[in-house]
């Protein structure tokens, strides 16, 4: 059995959306995060739910391989 996660962050369609197989929506609540605001905050500036943004925000930690926000942040420090 195939990682589902690695299945969706590598797939081709991903790939073509973001060279990191983020969409672009989640790199927008990828700036945001990176920018130190709170879910709740991040759904106020996106007019989305809190619960969108979590989603969003667990998708991106199986494609960077993260644990935490923080690991987030770091990773993309490293990458700029």
Do not use: F
Request: hydrophobic residues 40%.
């Amino acid at each position: 059995a195939s990682d589902w996660s690695s299945d969706v962050c590598s797939s081709d369609l991903v790939r073509a959306a973001m060279p990191e197989g983020l969409t672009k929506r989640e790199r927008e609540v990828l700036g945001w995060l990176q920018q130190g605001l709170s879910n709740k905050e991040i759904a106020i500036a996106m007019a989305i739910s809190p619960r969108t943004i979590q989603k969003h925000l667990q998708r991106i930690y199986q494609c960077l391989g993260a644990q935490t926000r923080y690991e987030i942040i770091a990773k993309r420090a490293c990458q700029d």
